[in-house]
């Protein structure tokens, strides 16, 4: 559909004539050749004029009438063709003339003056004729020439009349989308009806449904509209009921609000936006035949409400969580041919709409909102960029925003966790009126949760889906055995001893999630209260008893240091002894921080050194291996989990067998090679970086340093690299270029692969391990209390050694099938410990 011009006007009422015509299966004739003979003359200008005269402004109807009598007199139509199309046209529709005012206006376009004889005449003519026909006997009275071109029909035709309406075709959201349908009643003498919507000057066609409802000519009858083709903006619309008597009901609907439409494609990824002048942004999909509709929103900037709409532009669910990392919506593959039948629109797709709000949680009002969108059932991220995803037989053909397509298996991505999984978790303690503090806080990934109380607790259970209206959620609780489905709402008392929350999701695809909440309300049912929990203060038992239920096999010694927190908090954020990379987290860093090392190692920021600090944030699975005992065990450790860890890494080559030197190495040093590869991952970066791994360093080329052995950091130029090249070389004292017997023994000078490997173990284990350093956590921070001095002896300044290095094991052993053996975890214990923790800038 298109706005017409004035100019093209009259184009348009000859077509509306042939619709008429149409309408009322009337035959359409040609006029002879004594027709274009008579032309047109001065008396037909003047009643074209005079009667464009009655529905537009003096310019408008002078070059109205203009390109009429041209049309005219060309013979292409006579003067009544065209009254016809300006007294069945919706313009003339909208003065609602009844039959007296068409008779005078009619009167007035033929003589150009009212005539109260003709104006009876006319209204006579109308008892018996259709006002076509009226027309037709009215102007061929002036002229015979001026009669309408085609064969009129006898009778009236279908005669229209008391039209009302009930239900209109605005938006429930203030904007109109969609197949909008309007309803009410008319009674009318045939069933020779037909409706449009006017919209603007521009005729839309409507598409109507009719029922006897009475028998005795009053009809229900509904009016369906595609809005789909309709420019953006504010329109005033109406609706023309016609009849084949060429009389018309126009009815106001009211004025629609027609928003800007994105239309976005299945399996595509866009960039979205709120702009900071507008309150929502708009979007349609075509989801194609017999598929559900998928839209994720993510990388939003700001709290954003989300709504799906469908074909008819009735809402089917909104979402909207606060501080939410993602968006989705979810919806039901359509019935098109059902639509069809019901609205009479043909060609029906499955098309849905949706709205994208600034939230009631808005940071920041009057500013942009930018987020992606991505149309698929699943989303990835996948060379750092949000994927469409496809499933591939095993695998899987991501698309990114530029349209590029990747082919990866399951293993190469991780797909966002939008489906079955849950928003929030919340449990409600009537007795104390407040949250509980479950451990760890909630995160979407996370399904594993723990809780210890001590003490008689009424809880209610709080859940919420992040798929919100297209996902269900169950919860159970389970206490000796007994289980109970908990309704939302309703208060569970939980009894002494052990209890099981499972919160299970059940996802709009049928996939199904489950979040579980270990409760222990006193002491547990086995031993694991007084032989392990008794040796910790009670802000350790959650993530304890996280820990023994996920991991029964797990044996857990607390390592009582007998040093105060604070102390040892303010110990740590001097002299530099804590960095981290300004460029990754600008967030971590302390205010006026000099540079420590190149590029842009700097002091952190005291709650950073003291979140990495608490071993409380770390008692969760893929972080406790911080606290591991990191001596040799050939029950656990193997070439293969060697393998694992370094797979992917500059060390993955078949130049070099890294994997066995490197186990060989831990064996012989009785140190963990799981911890050797890690931290040469640490330390020489996951792809190499440091030339120290290749033997490249300028000026100490062919010496090799993995660990970073005597690699301080410095500000003097080569920073810590060089002081590890110097190492390698010369040992401790570089100046005296001199290696001892001790350092001869750790196989110093490293200037082969093997011996730096080899070496390095040697002398982790004699500086570290042999002296109770023998965690990760031990190793950053220099807590053991055996009379030396206190954190000076730590192996790294970057803050974050012992929280990166502990994943890096946890996915070894992972991947090996090695998570359930007995691993031995020692953990340290401080006195006046923070009662508030777990909490990063």
């Known amino acids: 559909m298109f706005k017409r011009r004035i100019e093209y006007l009259i184009l348009a009422m000859v077509m509306a004539v042939c619709a008429v015509i149409f309408c009322v299966n009337l035959i359409l004739k040609l006029p002879g050749s004594g027709l274009s003979g ?425 859940c919420e889906a992040l798929e919100g209206y297209s996902a269900t959620v169950t919860i159970k609780a389970v206490h000796n055995g007994n289980e109970i489905t908990l309704q939302p709402g309703e208060i569970y008392e939980v009894q002494q001893g052990e209890t099981v929350i499972t919160a299970s999701v059940n996802s709009f695809d049928g996939q199904a999630g489950e979040y579980k909440i270990y409760l222990l309300n006193g002491d547990d049912d086995g031993s694991f209260g007084e032989d392990t929990l008794s040796a910790f203060p009670s802000s350790y038992y959650s993530g304890l008893w996280l820990l023994h239920n996920i991991r029964p096999n797990y044996v857990f010694k607390a390592y009582n240091t007998g040093l105060d927190f604070g102390t040892v908090l303010d110990a740590e954020n001097s002299s530099g002894r804590n960095l981290v990379e300004y460029s990754s987290f600008p967030d971590y860093v302390r205010a006026n921080s000099q540079v420590y090392d190149a590029p842009d190692w700097m002091a952190t920021k005291s709650e950073v050194t003291s979140y990495f600090l608490d071993p409380r944030n770390f008692l969760i699975p893929d972080r406790v291996f911080m606290f591991e005992l990191l001596s040799f065990d050939p029950e656990v450790h193997t070439v293969e989990g060697v393998k694992s860890i370094i797979s992917g890494s500059f060390m993955d080559t078949s130049e070099y067998d890294y994997a ?44 090799y340093n993995f660990y970073n052995i005597g690699a301080y950091a410095t500000t003097a130029e080569g920073g810590a690299v060089v002081n590890g090249a110097k190492y390698a070389m010369w040992g401790k004292d570089p100046d005296e270029q001199e290696i001892s017997d001790t350092e001869a023994a750790m196989l110093l000078p490293w200037d082969s692969i093997d011996k730096a490997i080899s070496g390095g173990a040697l002398w982790i284990a004699s500086g570290y391990i042999d002296k109770g350093q023998d965690t990760l956590y031990f190793q950053k921070f220099d807590v053991i209390n055996d009379g030396s001095e206190l954190y000076v002896h730590q192996y790294a300044q970057n803050v974050m050694m012992a929280y990166s290095e502990s994943v890096r094991y946890y996915n070894s052993y992972k991947n090996i099938g090695m998570l359930d053996q007995a691993f031995e975890f020692t953990i340290p214990v401080y006195n006046n410990m923070p009662e508030e923790y777990g909490y990063l800038p």
């Open 660 to 703: 066995n030197a490197i186990y060989e190495a831990g064996r012989n040093a009785n140190v963990s090679p799981y911890f050797l590869a890690s931290r040469i991952i640490q330390e020489m970066g996951y792809s190499g970086e440091s030339p120290l791994c290749r033997g490249e360093l300028d000026g100490y080329e062919g010496y």
């Open 38 to 462: 008579k032309g047109a003359n001065n008396d037909s200008e003047e009643i074209v004029y005079r009667a464009a005269s009655q529905l537009y402004s003096d310019e408008a109807a002078k070059s109205i009438s203009d390109t009429a009598s041209d049309l005219i007199s060309g013979g292409i139509l006579t003067t009544g063709d065209y009254l016809v199309s300006v007294y069945t046209s919706p313009s003339y529709y909208l003065k609602g003339a009844d039959d007296a005012g068409f008779a005078r206006d009619l009167t007035m376009s033929i003589t150009g003056e009212e005539d109260e004889d003709i104006e009876e005449d006319i209204l006579e003519d109308l008892e018996d004729v259709s006002r076509m026909k009226a027309i037709d006997n009215a102007v061929s009275d002036e002229r015979h020439a001026f009669g309408v071109s085609a064969s009129l029909a006898k009778g009236t035709g279908s005669v229209i009349s008391d039209v009302s309406l009930q239900s209109g075709i605005t938006g429930s959201s203030g904007y109109t989308i969609g197949i909008r349908e309007a309803a009410g009643s008319f009674e009318a003498t045939g069933s020779e009806v037909r409706t449009d919507f006017f919209v603007d000057n521009v005729l839309y066609h409507g598409y109507l449904k009719v029922e006897d409802s009475d028998g005795a000519g009053s009809r229900d009858f509904n009016i369906s509209w595609d809005t789909a083709g309709v420019e953006a903006g504010t329109h005033d619309v109406y609706i023309i009921l016609r009849s084949s008597d060429g009389r018309a009901k126009a009815i106001s609907t009211g004025t629609v609000n027609i928003p800007v439409r994105f239309t976005v494609a299945p399996g595509t990824v866009s960039n979205g936006n709120i702009e900071a002048s507008k309150d929502s942004a708009w979007y349609m999909l075509d989801c194609g035949e017999g598929n559900n509709c998928y839209m994720d929103f993510v990388d939003i900037a700001d709290d954003i409400s989300v709504t799906l709409y469908d074909v008819y532009g009735n809402p089917i669910g909104t979402n909207a969580h606060e501080d939410s990392k993602y968006e989705v919506l979810r919806g039901s593959a359509q019935d098109t041919a059902q639509i069809a039948s019901e609205t009479g629109i043909e060609g029906v797709s499955n098309c849905f709409y949706a709205e994208v709000r600034r939230a009631d949680t808005t940071s920041f009002e009057g500013e942009n909102v930018s987020y992606k969108l991505v149309t698929s059932s699943d989303t990835a991220y996948y060379n750092g960029s949000y994927c469409a995803v496809a499933p591939d037989g095993e695998d899987y053909v991501l698309t990114d925003i530029n349209g590029a397509s990747y082919e990866v298996t399951k293993d190469e991505i991780n797909l966002l966790p939008l489906s079955s999984s849950l928003y929030s978790m919340r449990v409600w303690n009537s007795v104390s009126g407040r949250y509980l503090g479950i451990y760890p806080e909630f995160d979407i990934k996370t399904k594993d949760y723990a809780y210890y109380m001590d003490g008689n607790s009424m809880v209610t259970v709080n």
